[in-house]
């Protein structure tokens, strides 16, 4: 039996024209045994523009390495040279080569993690707890109203921001855990799933607004700045009930987004400019859910299921990607 969080996460409802429309008899069969057949496929299926996979698509990022965790990863960070892996159950630390630094044990419902001086900040559905490395709880506390469902954390020395994926807003807490205030999108968040994205880069806050399918970016005041993306069924586009679902930095300034259904990882840059698609559905395994990622220097970092992958960029194939004939100078190139 599939959990409702797991269903939501793979697409629990559908948008259309801006509308979310409840996934009700063949197509609900459909989403849970072929979810592909709902959202994604080359044609066009009761009147929904679905996406279809570019078969000669060449990535220039190779596998080199990877290692497998004891359990499925439900959220990954990295800091300096260490990987943070949360499971349902705990919080496991490894270094870049797979060996494990540290773990201990967590409470089971844990939705996201940020990692900052090396405090470990774990975001649960009504509440927040702060980590050293060694497990010990150093600060703790609780969701500032009574219907939220936290979904995305970042953190920065401005302070602590989640989503609210119930409340469909951004609380933005002060460093020992008063509330600040709450965000608030100017055309309002749509939230389908728990795929409601956040993340620090630059003096800005990125977020997904994900059933407008947009990545919208604010002050660390709240002040909105400005938003990028479109629904389509391209690259460069963001298509099905809601995406992007994962928004992470990389060292250039550039920003990465990964998306679910058919998964793929792209680049794009600050003020929303499409570069490229870095990673495909076949490239990163197949599936369904969003593949976290996260940038550590010259690599990205890939989570999904109970694998962690780290790829390269290769230069030999570069000359035939977008991401090679970009003339960005980007660290993920050296």
């Keep these: 039996m599939m959990d409702r969080r797991k269903f939501l996460k793979i697409g629990g409802s559908l948008t259309v024209g801006g509308v979310v429309l409840a996934v009700v008899g063949r197509n609900m069969w459909n989403l849970l045994k072929h979810p592909d057949k709902v959202f994604y496929d080359s044609k066009r299926t009761e009147g929904i523009t679905l996406l279809k996979e570019d078969g000669d698509f060449v990535s ?6 990877g290692f497998v965790v004891p359990d499925d990863i439900s959220a990954m960070e990295v800091e300096g040279g260490s990987i943070y892996i949360a499971t349902p159950n705990n919080i496991y630390v490894y270094g870049l080569s797979g060996e494990l630094q540290t773990n201990f044990p967590t409470p089971s419902d844990l939705r996201d993690l940020a990692v900052m001086d090396g405090r470990i900040y774990a975001l649960f559905p009504t509440r927040i707890e702060v980590y050293d490395r060694q497990g010990n709880i150093v600060q703790q506390w609780e969701a500032c109203s009574e219907t939220s469902d936290y979904c995305s954390i970042a953190v920065c020395k401005e ?29 309002g968040f749509i939230v389908p799933s728990y795929c409601f994205a956040i993340t620090y880069m630059d003096g800005r806050i990125y977020c997904s607004n994900p059933g407008r399918h947009r990545v919208e970016s604010y002050s660390t005041d709240g002040e909105f700045l400005a938003a990028f993306g479109k629904s389509g069924a391209d690259a460069g586009a963001f298509s099905g009930c809601c995406n992007p679902a994962i928004i992470t930095p990389a060292n250039g300034g550039e920003l990465l987004t990964s998306e679910k259904g058919i998964p793929r990882i792209s680049c794009y840059a600050a003020d929303g400019q499409f570069r490229s698609v870095l990673l495909d559905s076949r490239a990163l395994g197949g599936g369904h859910t969003a593949y976290d990622v996260r940038v550590m220097k010259d690599k990205l970092i890939v989570a999904g299921g109970d694998k962690v992958s780290v790829f390269q960029y ?9 991401c090679g004939q970009c003339d960005k100078d980007c660290p993920l190139k050296i």
């Design 60 to 65: 220039p990022y190779r596998r080199t390495f």
């Design 159 to 187: 302070g602590v921001f989640v989503t609210d994926a119930a409340d469909k807003n951004i609380c933005k807490y002060h460093p020992d855990g008063t509330l600040a205030r709450f965000i608030q999108s100017p055309v």
């Design 314 to 322: 290769n230069k030999s194939l570069s000359q035939l990607t977008l």
